[in-house]
């Protein structure tokens, strides 16, 4: 149980154009989602925290026009990439809290985006 | 939440036991020791975590001294997709706030 579904696991783009990152909780229900980017050989750091029905919060330096997050439900969240530029590429992963089990987050298997 | 320190990387072989350090000495009295591993290319994955007592489930043990200034994390037989990255986080059991993960300690286990 507790899984979260994301997708595409790999994308390839061309520079200036969006892409879109889904990840569903496919047996329980996210109200909250976390948003990562892990650079090569580097740890996951924190981009955005989305609510379901609120607006996301972003952390220092992540820019909320470039990283469109959206909650609209309770299983759904998506992070748009708008123009993305190389430096883009990353990998990027989404997790959920388990509401009821204090501590167990439940994370999507990440997504590669390259952008050329 | 409290600062966590691990050696980069560490080696072991197939069908040994894993033992993975973590320092955490500034650890309050309320902050839980959680381990999450990432296998490469994946997302990170909940191992196991504990207060106080030696916590043991199917994947590992969790040994905290009795000051709960350090850890190890035990995997008892250690097979080859036990390879991975593994990380020490030290939290307080309160919300939902998000995981801060650190650099970890690299697992390699060869044949």
């Known amino acids: 149980g507790a899984v979260v579904s994301q997708h595409p696991s790999r994308v390839i783009c061309k520079s200036g154009t969006s892409v879109k990152i889904e990840c569903r909780s496919l047996?329980?229900?996210?109200?909250?989602m976390f948003w990562y980017r892990q650079f090569p050989k580097k740890s996951l750091m924190l981009m955005a925290t989305s609510n379901e029905g609120s607006k996301a919060t972003y952390e220092q330096g992540v820019e909320k026009d470039k990283f469109l997050i959206n909650h609209a439900s309770l299983t759904l969240s998506t992070l748009t990439v708008t123009s993305a530029h190389p430096e883009d590429s990353s990998f990027y992963i989404c997790s959920a809290p388990l509401t009821g089990v204090e501590g167990f987050y439940t994370f999507g298997s990440g997504t590669r985006l390259t952008v050329v | 939440d409290a600062k966590t320190t691990q050696p980069p990387s560490m080696d072991c072989a197939e069908g040994r036991a894993a033992n993975l350090p973590c320092n955490h000495s500034?650890?309050?009295?309320?902050?839980?020791v959680y381990w999450y591993r990432q296998i490469h290319s994946q997302g990170p994955q909940y191992i196991i975590h504990?207060?106080?007592n030696n916590e043991t489930n199917e994947m590992a043990s969790l040994i905290i001294t009795e000051d709960r200034k350090s850890s190890t994390l035990i995997l008892p037989h250690a097979t080859l997709r036990d390879t991975a990255v593994y990380y020490c986080?030290?939290?307080?059991?309160?919300?939902?706030?998000?995981?801060?993960f650190g650099k970890g300690t690299m697992l390699l286990v060869s044949p």
């Open positions: 986080i030290v939290r307080v059991n309160s919300g939902y706030s998000t995981l801060t």
């Open positions: 504990g207060l106080k």
């Open positions: 047996d329980f229900q996210a109200t909250t």
């Open positions: 500034t650890i309050s009295g309320n902050e839980y």
